[in-house]
């Protein structure tokens, strides 16, 4: 019922910046939450940012002052800049939308290396 379009992933060294987005289509309300989560290897899905259709925006305590989120409503986009990045390794980054229920995109992956 919803999909996703993700871009922006790829390998960056520390300290770097990447631009994340999402582009989700379908069975969308109007009012909705978007955002970003990330996943490392062997680890649970963690919230990086979200931000509502209003415009009301939640970070984890880990990345505020680094990321920011923005949304484009009439487009159901997110974007997540990702600045001053620390050593991850090749986490996925999932891009979700709360429209009635939860739904996900197939994530795109992120490494921060040398």
């Known amino acids: 019922q919803v999909q996703f379009v993700e871009s922006g992933g790829g390998l960056v060294q520390p300290g770097g910046s990447l631009r994340l987005s999402c582009a989700a289509s379908?069975?969308?309300?109007?009012?909705?939450?978007m955002g970003w989560y990330r996943q490392a290897p062997g680890k649970q899905r963690e919230l990086v940012a979200t931000?509502?259709?209003?415009?009301?925006?939640d970070y984890a305590d880990s990345v505020k002052g680094r990321f920011t989120i923005d949304r484009d409503n009439a487009a159901n986009t997110v974007n997540l800049k990702m600045n001053s990045l620390k050593p991850e390794k090749q986490a996925v980054y999932y891009c979700?939308?709360?429209?009635?229920?939860?739904?996900w995109g197939q994530g795109t992956q992120v490494a921060v290396s040398s």
């Open positions: 979700c939308i709360y429209t009635g229920k939860a739904y």
């Open positions: 379908g069975s969308i309300f109007s009012r909705n939450v």
């Open positions: 931000v509502t259709s209003g415009g009301s925006t």
